[in-house]
């Protein structure tokens, strides 16, 4: 089977770009389940209820989030709503929403698989959450036994924790991958205990921008250390993520293979 996984959706120009070539890229790499992570899908800052509804039109199974998950702060009313929306696992409870869910897949044979996808934040550089470590270590007995396939969004700054946090879960995980930092690494791997692993899948939106922001305002902003308001990039767009192979029988990563696509 093969798993997309997209990274951080920016804007208007990620949400036209996958309208216009998620069903292809499905298609050519014949793709059983979707992941995305929508913190930026709502003008660079959060996911509104309506962009919610409208990614989820499309042939996505789930959105993932981040620090910005409650910037539009309607989600907090109305991600309950929303089961394939997943946020960090990692927030203090009480907290609306799931940090974890169990999906149901069918594969193109008829058999199906029962597929955990968790979202957990990190710490340094970022908002000061629970520990990542600490908060995911109680549920890997629950969670191995719930789902066939586990796959760990890890939204992090530091390239140092994503790796520390990849080894903490090799062997446990089906993969752990990295969001927030907008720019694809070129570290894919499968690590000793069958896990794959990539530092950050980067952004699927604006290219000519800086993460996603018109170019000048970033240039300015640190020229003149000056605050402005940030506004999305227009121009050329881009569609960054990976695609796991994943062997049926063993449940394990064949393959991961990074996705970097411009238009």
């Known amino acids: 089977m093969n798993i997309l996984i997209l990274g951080d959706v920016y804007g208007r120009p990620g949400r036209t770009i996958l309208k216009e070539q998620l069903p292809q890229l499905i298609a050519a790499h014949g793709i059983d389940f979707t992941i995305i992570n929508g913190e930026n899908a709502s003008g660079g800052n959060g996911l509104s ?3 919610a509804k409208e990614l989820l039109n499309l042939p996505i199974d789930v959105i993932t989030m981040g620090n910005h998950v409650w910037q539009q702060k309607e989600l907090l009313e109305t991600i309950a709503d929303f089961p394939q929306i997943i946020r960090p696992l990692n927030y203090p409870e009480p907290c609306p929403g799931k940090g974890y869910a169990v999906f149901n897949c069918q594969l193109k044979n008829g058999s199906h698989k029962k597929i955990c996808v968790a979202n957990l934040s990190g710490q340094v550089f970022m908002p000061n959450l629970d520990c990542p ?3 995911i270590a109680p549920l890997k007995e629950a969670l191995k036994a719930a789902a066939d396939l586990i796959i760990i969004d890890f939204h992090a700054e530091a390239t ?4 520390a946090f ?4 090799d062997g446990w995980a089906t993969a752990v991958y990295g969001t927030h930092t907008h720019v694809q690494t070129a570290d894919e791997r499968i690590l000793a205990g069958g896990t794959a692993y990539i530092t950050d899948i980067g952004m699927t939106g604006p290219l000519d921008g800086v ?3 018109e170019r000048q305002i970033i240039i300015d902003t640190m020229l003149t250390k000056r605050p402005s308001r940030f506004v999305t990039a227009t121009g050329k767009v881009q569609i960054n993520g990976i695609i796991l ?5 063993e449940n394990k990563v064949t393959k991961i293979t990074r996705l970097y696509q411009t238009y």
């Open 49 to 51: 209820t309506k962009n």
């Open 133 to 135: 470590f600490n908060r």
């Open 160 to 163: 140092s924790e994503k790796i």
């Open 166 to 169: 990849g080894y903490f879960l």
């Open 211 to 213: 993460i996603g922001v």
């Open 245 to 249: 192979a994943i062997d049926e029988i």
